[in-house]
């Protein structure tokens, strides 16, 4: 996760935010991140609706299924 949130501050779309426990890190995405995710949201959702169109339901939990198990071997 640090890598990613360093590409992510770098680029301008979240920012670290004080906590009162110091042992936490608490991120939050700037209004230029915030922008970025609504302009993003449809997108999203219309590649979503792709894969389940071209894959079925079984075939994108599937799918899930094994982005998962390949997200958990890294």
Not at 11 to 34: F, P, Q
């Amino acid at each position: 996760m640090g890598r990613n949130t360093k590409v992510l501050q770098r680029m301008g779309l979240i920012e670290h935010v004080a906590s009162d426990d110091h042992r936490e890190t608490n991120l939050t995405l700037t209004t230029e991140g915030r922008n970025l995710a609504e302009r993003g949201a449809p997108l999203w959702n219309r590649a979503q609706k792709e894969i389940e169109t071209r894959l079925g339901g079984d075939g994108a939990e599937q799918l899930l299924a094994l982005l998962r198990r390949l997200d958990c071997e890294q």
